[in-house]
């Protein structure tokens, strides 16, 4: 199954992982990481326990095995190698990841496709973008074969990095993380990865871990904590805009500016009873608004083995390509990395028209094109080419 | 309006004295001044170490307690106080407003703690250890929240927030009245807390510290405590019978065993049902959803009533009688209707659902384990080529 594709995609890889070798920077305590990889012809198996003595096998675990994605821990481990129960868990770095697919933005319709995997049709046109026609057009293969795959978004990226922000503000101003702490990377396909080396952080388990991804993401507020209470409530007890954390985040997105704040109180202490519900609707749309859209299940995780920085991401073809600047970072082009200068022959399908690398491709009706190498790789990652 | 509520950094690592913030006492810290643990102090937190040689350089030998019938005060003082730790009172100090009346008083206070402790290690029996720690530990909770708030004798609330770094390894800093505790020791302690008022988002957080009131933070560390005194008991060697104590320590031993739960844990329980009987044990207090579920959990699996009440004994609020008439009830004894074990789903919400790998895939905390058992007779049907 797809064999000429996989050798394809393999040589780019490779070819990657041979040129760029140096650049790859060497995890830190890196004899204390778990390392994993997949390869193109594993059927998604993941080769998991390696443990890496020093940067001579990092490079030859990198360029030899030619794998597909390349995963790092987030956990220390005494005995990396060993089955999860002996490693002897020793920490782990705080993660997050981001994802705009999580962000259900009203655009996704225009930019999501339905790709058939067998035939490599792809299609738009369920107007909430999630579900596309019950049969291939092309092949009448069933929904069960329909792969829904993403192409490049401004608006969604930007929305991503606005979730990156409003994370890395949580992080440094309340929770006490200094900015060098702070590793951010594009995912390498529609979001963003944070790395977050703050020693004291290092220790904390799965329970502490998801009271932190709650906090972040607003998650279990009680009305009290804002300042409405059921008996009584005190005029002076509501969160302010000047206030920190989130009392000063919520009472800017609730109540939007001083004046607005002290009539919508006067209103909400007048009838405490019917207030205190009023209130809770007014909470839980405001976290739906400013909570941060993480995911919690890979920040609660301590033994999670996470996609490592700067390699290459199957599902593109693109790089977990580092952020230092998060605003002016443009994933279409610097985490192009696969080869530019070559060109590749496939047949590709695709109804809408996307940017990558600096240039504009689609649409293609079963077409047969001639792509720089880069541009064929995405669309066979994503599905929607086949080698001529 | 944070910067100038956070220590410098040369305050927060202690690097040297800073004018005018000090005493700050860190572990292992050569520039920080000791703090002198005066006689009151001794009183109020006798499991500390500076208390512990309070009988020999009074100069007193401890078989005298066992004869001498001046001494037989103190001896009589000792064993209410660790009968009253386990009825669940807490035990009354003679101690007014953490100041003692005058000498005596003091004496007492030390004396009964140090005697309880070899009447306890006398009796060997584990429940009473944890029912002294766990009383012993509310009795000091009070008094810390007493000197951690006290804002016109600096060297009070130094004591306190001493104490707490000794025994919880948590540094608490206080700046003007306000409490703050670094940001991970607040979610490592707060853990086992399951009122929403205990989760991170409902704190006030800033700059990596969470801002408490001094009964919240003395009430976060508290089961550090309790740790603290059972390892303290534990880690004392056990004397030789002291001729004169041996009724009373054959009188704990029965209270002990009376009060031991026959019940015991098995291990192949699912982590949300482990963790509350923990949270019982220690002395916290478990929500009514958490003991609804803990007893429907362990009555599905057949447990008898009569095994199940004494988990409840440490909790707070432990009422012997409704504790039984409760679990009659969901046992369906009064009424017919028995009552099932909530789900997996209806625990998460709640916050009791603590769930590791094991877990995956089942619904209910009732089919934990079966579903690694069914896994595991395919696998050994198969590895017997069937
Ligand atoms: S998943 Fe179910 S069984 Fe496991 S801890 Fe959560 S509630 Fe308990
Ligand atoms: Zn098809
Ligand atoms: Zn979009």
């Known amino acids: ?388 | 309006m944070v910067d100038t509520l956070l220590p410098t950094p040369e305050w927060r690592s202690c690097n040297g004295p800073v004018s005018g913030r000090g005493p700050f006492i860190y572990a292992g810290c050569q520039s920080c001044i000791m703090l002198h643990v005066g006689k009151d102090e001794k009183a109020k937190y006798p499991f500390l170490p500076e208390a512990g040689k309070f009988l020999q350089d009074q100069g007193f030998s401890l078989a005298e307690f066992g004869t001498d019938p001046v001494l037989k005060v103190i001896v009589d003082k000792a064993y209410e106080r660790i009968m009253a730790a386990t009825r669940g009172s807490v035990y009354r100090s003679a101690l007014v407003g953490g100041k003692a009346t005058g000498d005596h008083t003091l004496n007492m206070e030390i004396f009964s703690f140090l005697i309880a402790i070899v009447l306890i290690k006398l009796a060997n029996h584990n429940t009473l250890v944890q029912r002294f720690a766990l009383n012993e530990s509310r009795r000091a909770e009070a008094f810390l929240t007493g000197d951690l708030s006290d804002t016109q004798d600096r060297s009070r609330s130094d004591m306190a927030r001493r104490i707490i770094h000794d025994v919880s390894g948590t540094q608490v800093v206080q700046s003007n009245h306000r409490y703050l505790i670094p940001v991970a020791d607040y979610l490592i302690h707060s853990k086992s807390f399951h009122e929403r008022e205990w989760k991170l988002v409902n704190r006030e957080v800033d700059g990596g510290y969470i801002i408490l009131k001094p009964d919240k933070a003395v009430r976060l560390v508290r089961h550090t405590l309790v740790t603290y005194i059972t390892s303290r008991i534990n880690k004392s060697p056990v004397p030789e019978m002291i001729p004169g104590f041996e009724v009373m320590v054959a009188q704990l031993v029965a209270e002990a065993e009376r009060l031991t739960p026959k019940y015991v844990v098995t291990g192949v329980n699912p982590p949300c049902v482990e963790h509350a009987i923990k949270v019982l044990e220690g002395g916290e207090n478990l929500p009514h959803s958490g003991r609804f579920m803990l007893a429907t959990f362990l009555l599905s699996r057949g447990k008898p009533i009569a095994e199940i009440a004494p988990l409840f004994r440490n909790a707070p609020d432990y009422n012997e009688r409704i504790t039984m008439y409760q679990l009659k009830h969901l046992a369906g004894e009064k009424t017919g209707t028995k009552y099932m074990c909530p789900s997996c789903n209806k625990l998460r919400i709640q916050g009791l659902c603590f769930a590791t790998e094991e877990c995956d895939g089942i619904t209910n905390p009732l089919q934990f384990g079966r579903r690694r058992m069914a896994a595991g007779d395919v696998a050994a049907q198969e590895a017997a080529g069937r």
């Open chain 1, 1 to 388: 199954m797809k064999e000429r594709e996989n050798e394809f995609l393999k040589s780019l890889f490779k070819k990657y992982y041979f040129d760029y070798i140096d650049k790859i920077p060497v995890p830190d305590a890196l004899y204390e990481r778990e390392f994993g990889y997949q390869k193109f012809d594993g059927v998604g198996a993941m080769i998991r326990h390696i443990q890496i003595a020093d940067a001579g096998e990092f490079k030859a675990f990198l360029m030899g095995n030619a794998p597909s994605d390349v995963y790092c821990s987030n956990g220390y481990y005494s005995f990396p190698a060993l089955p999860l129960k002996e490693k002897d868990w020793q920490g782990a770095d705080l993660i997050f990841d981001i994802d705009a697919k999580d962000l259900e933005l009203p655009c996704r319709k225009k930019h999501v496709l339905g790709v058939c995997e067998p035939c490599c049709r792809s299609m738009t046109g369920n107007p909430d973008g999630t579900t596309t026609a019950a049969v291939c057009d092309g092949c009448g293969g069933s929904e069960s074969k329909m792969r829904k795959k993403s192409l490049p978004c401004k608006p969604c990226m930007q929305a991503a990095k606005k979730q990156v922000r409003g994370l890395v503000d949580i992080l440094c101003r309340d929770l006490g993380v200094s900015p060098g702490e702070i590793k951010t990377y594009f995912s390498g396909n529609e979001g963003f990865h944070l790395h977050v080396a703050h020693d004291a952080f290092r220790v904390l388990g799965r329970q502490e871990r998801s009271d932190l991804a709650d906090y972040i993401m607003l998650k279990g507020l009680v009305p009290e904590t804002m300042g409405m209470s059921k008996i009584r409530p005190d005029k002076n007890g509501f969160a302010d805009l000047h206030e920190g954390g989130w009392r000063g985040r919520f009472a800017k997105a609730a109540f939007g500016s001083k004046t607005k704040r002290a009539s919508i109180i006067s209103g909400l202490v007048k009838s405490p009873d019917a207030g205190y519900v009023e209130f809770q609707k007014m909470m839980d749309d405001a976290a739906a608004r400013i909570g941060i859209q993480i995911d919690p299940g890979v920040s609660m995780d301590v033994h999670r083995i996470f996609r490592m920085p700067f390699t290459l991401n199957s599902k593109s073809g693109m790089q977990k390509a580092p952020c230092p600047d998060v605003d002016a970072f443009d994933p279409y082009t610097a985490a192009v990395v696969l080869d530019s200068d070559s060109v590749a022959h496939v047949v590709a399908d695709c109804p809408v028209r996307f940017g990558l690398g600096g240039r504009r491709f689609g649409p293609y009706k079963a077409e047969t094109v001639e792509l720089p190498a880069y541009a064929a790789a995405y669309m066979i990652c994503k599905g929607f080419a086949r080698m001529a």
